[in-house]
């Protein structure tokens, strides 16, 4: 029973890894507002969403919607705490 429980959860860790790398040969497409947020996070990595959204002259909630989605594309990845960490951009 135990390895058949097993078997089950390395399937699905098998065939989510597959996804994600066919999703990412494929390549994906980002934004004209997601390369300009990625530039400044790479230039000011402690910067905050209203400081982002103010230099991109676009809202607080589009930007935090393309942070989200950065983060979930794993362009980005948030180091140490909401107020007091920073932003680091995968290479």
Same mark, same amino acid.
């Given at each position: 029973? /135990?390895?058949? !429980?097993?078997?089950?959860?390395?399937? +699905?860790?098998?065939?989510? #890894? *597959?996804?994600?790398?066919?999703?990412? %040969?494929?390549?994906?497409?980002?934004?004209?507002?997601?390369?300009?947020? /990625?530039?400044? !996070?790479?230039?000011?990595?402690?910067? +905050?969403?209203?400081?982002? #959204? *103010?230099?991109?002259?676009?809202?607080? %909630?589009?930007?935090?919607?393309?942070?989200?989605?950065?983060?979930?594309?794993?362009?980005?990845?948030?180091?140490?705490?909401?107020?007091?960490?920073?932003?680091?951009?995968?290479?």
């Amino acid at each position: 029973m /135990l390895q058949m !429980i097993f078997d089950a959860i390395t399937e +699905a860790k098998t065939s989510e #890894a *597959e996804g994600l790398n066919a999703g990412l %040969s494929e390549g994906l497409k980002l934004s004209d507002v997601d390369k300009v947020i /990625l530039a400044f !996070i790479e230039q000011g990595r402690y910067m +905050a969403n209203a400081q982002l #959204a *103010e230099k991109c002259g676009k809202s607080q %909630s589009t930007i935090e919607r393309r942070i989200k989605f950065l983060k979930g594309a794993r362009l980005i990845t948030r180091i140490g705490a909401k107020k007091t960490g920073y932003w680091q951009v995968k290479q």
